[in-house]
Structures are given as structure tokens and as C-alpha cells.
């Protein structure tokens, strides 16, 4: 049976070449020397108070991003909205990493638009560590097959560990996913943030959870 603990301690076990593994590798130069520590530490907490809650949705992305969940060990997230995600599961805020905030994008379209909901969503990925290109940390590349196996296996066990009502699917390749490990959760498809797909996002996510009339909604749409 996953628990919370056991989940985060096969999480931090994963390895794969070109990848940064947030919950057992550090960044000598911009973590804490603690940092594994405080992501894992910090995961296991949310992981505990979600799975005593009613989920009402997991939204899924790709993989982990070098200015988001790279630093901060939670997906969807920076620096700068790391309290905020935290302080809403009532966990302690802890900041694993050190200087200047940084702030992505991906996480600031999706933490605009979740600062407005009341209902417990959880956020994750198909692949959870951060992957990139030979050479270059500072770079996101897509997850190979054999890292989506690994992924797909832990999404299994959160998706059973939180019963959500619905996985909401954030780009085309969440989608797929979902879809094969929806063990018949309801599956809806939302376009990425990034790339030109912010509004698109906004517009599917405030028709999705009511955050706006039917006029508002009509102009968020290209």
C-alpha cells in the first residue's frame, strides 16, 4: 500500500542521465546545502494532508521545469509562489533554495488562475524530476520513454493514494497519460500555458470551475 512516506522515498530514489532529481540531488550553486531535505520534507507533508482531503482534481503537466519545480520540489511552482502552494495545505514553509526568487511562467499562469479556487487541487507531472539537455541544467527537454514508465508507475500510486474526482490534463502529453491510467476517473484535456496557450488555459480553466460569467469566459478565447 503507497503511503506518503513511502511514495517520497521512491521518488527519491529515481535516477536517469540528464535529469535532476529535486528530493536527492542539490545545485551547488543556487540550493541550501539541506535542500533534498526540505523538498522531500515538504512533499511528504502536503502528500499527508491532501490524502485526508477531498481532491476534487489533479492537474497533471510533462515534467518538471529548471526556473519551477526544479528548485522548489513541487510541480507548477517557483519561487515565488512556493509559500502560497504550501500555506494552502497547511504545511511549514521552508525555501530550499537560496538568493534571488525566481519566477517562472508556467507557474505564474497556473497560480493565477488557482489562487482562485477553494477546492483542494493537487499539482503533479507525468515525468517529476526535472530532465534536460547533455550539458546544460539550465534547459528543459522533453522525458524519453523509459523515464515516462517510471513516471507513469508513481502517477498510478498518487492517483490511487488521492482518489481526485477528475484529472485535469495540462498539454497533450498529460493527456495521453491520463487517459491510460484513469481507472475510470474522468479525464479533461487543457491546453499548456506556455508557448501561446496561456489563454486558451485561462479561458478552459475559469469555465471549468466557474470563476467567471459567461461574458468574461467569451473574451479569454482567441
Known amino acids: ?80 509562489h512556493l509559500r502560497g502552494h504550501v500555506e494552502r495545505w497547511s504545511v511549514p514553509f521552508e525555501r530550499p533554495t537560496k538568493g534571488k526568487e525566481v519566477q517562472e511562467r508556467t507557474a505564474t499562469a497556473v497560480w493565477d488562475i488557482l489562487s482562485q479556487i477553494k477546492k483542494h487541487v493537487f499539482l503533479w507531472n507525468v515525468f517529476p524530476l526535472h530532465s534536460h539537455n547533455t550539458g546544460n541544467p539550465r534547459s528543459n527537454r522533453p522525458h524519453n520513454a523509459r523515464e515516462r514508465r517510471a513516471g507513469e508507475n508513481l502517477l498510478s500510486q498518487l492517483i490511487h493514494l488521492l482518489e481526485p474526482r477528475r484529472l485535469i490534463a495540462v498539454g497533450r502529453d498529460a493527456e495521453e497519460v491520463a487517459h491510460s491510467l484513469r481507472d ?19 479561458a478552459k480553466m475559469y469555465a471549468l470551475y466557474s470563476l467567471g460569467n459567461r461574458k468574461t469566459i467569451g473574451k479569454l478565447w482567441p
Open 1 to 80: 500500500m503507497t503511503t506518503p512516506e513511502s511514495f517520497v522515498a521512491a521518488l527519491g530514489k529515481l535516477k536517469f542521465e540528464d535529469t535532476f532529481n529535486p528530493y536527492s540531488d542539490r545545485c551547488s550553486v543556487h540550493d541550501r546545502y539541506n535542500a533534498p531535505s526540505i523538498r522531500s520534507k515538504t512533499l511528504r507533508f502536503v502528500l499527508e494532508t491532501a490524502s485526508q482531503r477531498e481532491i476534487d482534481s489533479l492537474w497533471i503537466g510533462r515534467d518538471l521545469g529548471y526556473g519551477g519545480g526544479r528548485r522548489t520540489g513541487l510541480a507548477f511552482t517557483d519561487d515565488v
Open 184 to 202: 475510470g476517473h474522468e479525464v479533461i484535456y487543457v491546453r499548456h500555458p506556455a508557448y501561446g496557450g496561456q489563454k486558451e488555459f485561462r
